[in-house]
């Protein structure tokens, strides 16, 4: 069974703080996707990364895919308080196969004014 | 574009009732769509993958016969909880490829719906 794990589980931060969270298996996959969810709805897609060592920046977020495409990292660079969410990666293919994503553990961020 | 609703956004239901859930793909076509379950505060769990014109796959430890899904046309997946009971009470969350992107790129995009928060008493 693939796992997803992320660290930390939760975090809390002043506004303005940087942040890193990460995303580990001792899978590979042929890409992996960033996804932040608020509470009641859906998770929105943030970036998917394809290629070993792919850095890939949006605004303030920062991701990363690991060289062996078994790991990433999302950076916040000066936490807002809109940045408040649960946020997930997801892989996909590896052994579950192409269609299915694989969603991690997830990291619960809460930015305070 | 690439727009994913659910109906209803949440329900309560007595024990016993049945409960149905739609997902419907607004503005793109959608051979696969994906049912989760979320519990509170934890990740989403996959129950089962839904294909156009076809049997849905479940995933190892999901009833077939409790989670009834059918998905008639392109834009549209229905998953059906019969005989609810209290610890059906769960996050329900479809997404949906888009058939257009899933032809073109390899990346396996999901869109995801707003969810339907069921709650069994």
């Known amino acids: 069974t693939q796992l997803l794990e992320q660290s930390p589980q939760f975090l809390s931060i002043q506004e303005g703080e940087n942040l890193t969270v990460y995303c580990n298996s001792s899978s590979v996959f042929s890409s992996l996707q960033w996804y932040r969810q608020e509470p009641g709805e859906g998770p929105v897609l943030l970036v998917t990364?394809?290629?070993?060592?792919e850095v890939k920046k949006l605004k303030r977020l920062t991701f990363q895919f690991g060289d062996a495409r078994k790991d990433s990292s999302l950076h916040i660079t000066a936490a807002q308080p809109g940045d408040t969410g649960l946020y997930l990666c997801a892989g996909a293919g590896g052994d579950t196969g192409f269609q299915k994503l694989v969603f991690g553990t997830g990291t619960r961020l809460l930015v305070s004014p | 574009g690439a727009v994913v609703s659910q109906h209803p956004s949440w329900v309560i239901c007595k024990s016993g009732t049945s409960v149905k859930i739609e997902c419907r793909s607004l503005?793109?076509?959608?051979?696969?769509m994906f049912w989760y379950r979320q519990f509170p505060k934890q990740s989403l769990m996959l129950m089962a993958t839904?294909?156009?014109?076809?049997?849905?796959?479940?995933e190892q430890g999901v009833e077939k016969d409790k989670f009834l899904i059918n998905h008639a046309s392109l834009t549209l997946s229905t998953l059906t909880v019969t005989s609810a009971h209290p610890e059906d009470s769960s996050f329900y969350i479809c997404?949906?490829?888009?058939?257009?992107?899933?032809?073109?790129?390899?990346?396996?995009?999901?869109?995801f719906g707003p969810g339907t928060r069921l709650t069994v008493l």
């Open positions: 503005d793109f076509q959608a051979t696969t």
């Open positions: 839904s294909n156009e014109g076809s049997k849905a796959t479940y």
């Open positions: 990364v394809v290629t070993g060592g």
């Open positions: 997404s949906a490829r888009d058939l257009g992107l899933a032809v073109i790129s390899s990346y396996n995009e999901q869109f």
